[in-house]
């Protein structure tokens, strides 16, 4: 609809929208738009009952606008301009919404129903498994063996690092404490070099002893805890000499038989890799 009003000159630009839109345009031309739009009839009635201003933009009225009176909202209304479509109970839903969280790590290799110990305190999850090196989702059965557990099912056992889990819960309520980082198992190595990207608590058990290296992929400012379990015999990990250490932690760290060694370490981008604690319990 192409429409082109006689020019009539404003009475007063500051007029109240109704009293100023009134005066700009005559009988005939809103007749002529009410019979073409009726949309247009109902928001020209909304500026005529004084619902609106009058708004010039330079030294002559081209526009109109509608002053906002009360706060927007998204709603579901028929209009011009694309909306975002809600109902009020949708905008309900969605002012109260609340994820209860994530929890992402590789899937533990060496069995084919490996279990996951999310600790999110809900059975309300949704649970994605995707192949690291494709980037392929496989056909695997998840269930949920308690509030804090799930268990996936695979056709054969995972290798270390094939696979990678992704848990979301529904709701907020979680169960104390909310674990953020599941320790990720690594195959044991006589070198080892961490990949800092596989999460930042590493756990693994020692069949003989390690040299432990440099992590690969950290991040500046990571913080990564890597836990050792001694099987069979004691154990002894040894620093390599490129990781900074103070003078209070030893180059090497003995883990006696069935007994756990903890290892913290710092990632500066600039600086490299620190050994920030060394211990067995």
Do not use: C
Request: glycine share 8%.
């Amino acid at each position: 609809m192409v429409f082109t009003p006689r020019a009539q000159p404003w009475v007063n630009d500051n007029q109240s929208g109704g009293t100023a839109l009134a005066n700009a345009i005559d009988s005939e031309d809103l007749n002529r738009l009410e019979s073409n739009d009726s949309d247009l009839n109902s928001r020209v009635g909304l500026l005529e009952s004084g619902a609106g201003t009058a708004t010039p933009l330079d030294s002559s009225v081209t526009n109109a606008k509608v002053a906002v009176g009360a706060a927007i909202s998204l709603d579901k209304t028929a209009d011009s301009v694309t909306r975002l479509a809600m109902t009020a109970a949708e905008r309900s839903k969605l002012s109260t919404l609340a994820l209860g969280g994530i929890v992402s790590g590789y899937v533990p290799s060496g069995s084919a129903t490996p279990s996951i110990v999310h600790a999110l305190g809900t059975v309300d999850l949704v649970v994605g498994v995707h192949d690291e090196g494709t980037g392929l989702y496989p056909l695997v059965a998840a269930a949920s063996t308690d509030v804090n557990t799930v268990q996936l099912t695979f056709a054969a056992a995972p290798a270390a690092n094939q696979y990678r889990y992704t848990i979301v819960a529904k709701s907020a309520l979680l169960a104390a404490p909310q674990v953020r980082d599941v320790p990720v198992v690594v195959p044991y190595a006589a070198s080892m070099t961490l990949n800092a990207a596989a999460g930042n608590s590493l756990l693994t058990t020692a069949t003989g002893n390690i040299l432990l290296n440099e992590p690969a992929n950290g991040g500046d400012g990571q913080l990564l805890l890597f836990r050792v379990i001694a099987s069979g015999a004691q154990r002894v990990i040894t620093f390599n000499a490129a990781l900074k250490r103070p003078t209070s932690i030893a180059s090497t760290l003995t883990i006696p038989s069935g007994q756990r060694g903890t290892v913290g370490l710092i990632f500066e981008s600039t600086y490299g890799w620190t050994v920030t604690t060394a211990f067995t319990a």
